[in-house]
Nanobody
Framework: QVQLVESGGGLVQAGGSLRLSCKASGRISSIGVMAWYRQAPGKQRTLVASITSSGSLYYVDSVKGRFTISRDNDKKTASLQMNSLKPEDTAVYYC???????????????WGQGTQVTVSS
């Protein structure tokens, strides 16, 4: 079984920084795209940033220049460095893996439990 565990959320003032981390656990031989999503109260969950196993990046326009996604394939981790945070960045942030290959074959669309990020004005 593959699990994703996030950490690093918290409360920060506008203009501050936070770093989120996501670690995949289980008997995993490979991981596809790792991504961060967020969901604000009363809104749909949306993609914030993603990174492929080869390092190709995607950012939603609203975070470009402020957020940086990275991953360590050997450690099976992904991080999201968030700088110049704004109140509108407040949300629960979720780590997602589109595909993870384990001892029993591939698993798809795996989610972490989420971590709260609150940015005060």
């Amino acid at each position: 079984q593959v699990q994703l565990v996030e950490s690093g959320g918290g409360l920060v003032q506008a203009g501050g920084s936070l770093r989120l981390s996501c670690k995949a656990s289980g008997r995993i031989s490979s991981i596809g795209v790792m991504a961060w999503y967020r969901q604000a109260p009363g809104k749909q969950r949306t993609l914030v940033a993603s990174i492929t196993s080869s390092g190709s990046l995607y950012y939603v326009d609203s975070v470009k220049g402020r957020f940086t996604i990275s991953r360590d394939n050997d450690k099976k981790t992904a991080s999201l460095q968030m700088n110049s945070l704004k109140p509108e960045d407040t949300a629960v942030y979720y780590c997602n893996v589109d595909r993870a290959t384990g001892s029993r074959g591939p698993l798809y669309n795996i989610w972490g439990q989420g971590t709260q990020v609150t940015v005060s004005s």
